[in-house]
């Protein structure tokens, strides 16, 4: 498989407790992108890396979580002291950013939070 | 005001008829639109992208952006009930920030 993959698919957790989650891109891909999705909402921005450098953080990405993409493959999210409000799918995208101005993203399966 | 818009629907069509779906966004800056397709309890997957004005077509869909008025539609022909799910437009921004926008997503449902 080739696409995008996101590891756990879904956890449980207890309020306060950190989780950490991890997105592998597709090999090419020098972009990669963190979302988080609530029901009945669309995608929302968090962060994202250009190889390993972030480049971005939303005002909705609180001190509570910190993205890594060490080495420009692999990403991990950690959330810490979680909450219930934290419960929502989060989202890996990768895309092949070159020269153009265009960056179509392509998604992961996503990992489904809960936090009890 | 919403960056990106979009009517929640539901959007109920009959089997072969053509389902429409609207998007309106703010920034009059912004550059590249797409259209995803997210089924219940999965990921958005990509169906069109749209950079520039006019028609673009793509077997049964066509997305049709007018930047003038800050609109991108999709038009579905001959709609399947395989695809009922929900369509999110996006929006990616000309600003130094490479984020997308994304709309809360129409839910189409296609009746047999």
């Known amino acids: 498989d080739t696409g995008v993959s996101q590891d756990p698919r879904h956890k449980i957790t207890k309020r306060g407790q950190n989780v950490t989650f991890r997105c592998d891109p597709i090999?090419?891909?020098?972009?990669l992108y963190w979302y988080r999705q609530t029901l009945g909402q669309g995608p929302e921005f968090l962060t994202y890396f250009q190889n390993e450098a972030q480049l971005e953080k939303s005002r909705l990405l609180s001190d509570r979580f910190s993205a890594e993409r060490p080495k420009g493959s692999f990403s991990t999210l950690e959330i810490q002291r979680t909450e219930q409000g934290d419960s929502a799918m989060y989202l890996c995208?990768?895309?092949?950013?070159?020269?153009?101005?265009?960056?179509?993203?392509?998604f992961g399966p996503g990992t489904r939070l809960t936090v009890l | 005001q919403k960056e990106v818009e979009q009517n929640s629907g539901p959007l109920s069509v009959p089997e072969g008829a053509i389902a429409s779906l609207n998007c309106t966004y703010s920034?009059?800056?912004?550059?590249?639109f797409f259209w995803y397709r997210q089924y219940s309890g999965k990921s958005p997957e990509l169906i069109m992208s749209?950079?520039?004005?006019g028609d673009k077509e793509d077997g049964r869909f066509t997305a049709q952006l007018n930047k003038a008025s800050q609109y991108v539609s999709l038009l579905i022909r001959d709609s399947q009930p395989s695809d009922s799910a929900t369509y999110l437009c996006a929006v990616n921004r000309a600003s130094v920030m490479r984020d997308m926008r994304f709309g809360a997503g129409t839910r189409l449902t296609v009746k047999p």
């Open positions: 749209i950079y520039s004005n």
């Open positions: 920034d009059r800056g912004s550059q590249s």
């Open positions: 090999s090419e891909h020098n972009r």
């Open positions: 995208a990768s895309s092949s950013y070159l020269w153009a101005t265009t960056d179509t993203q392509y």
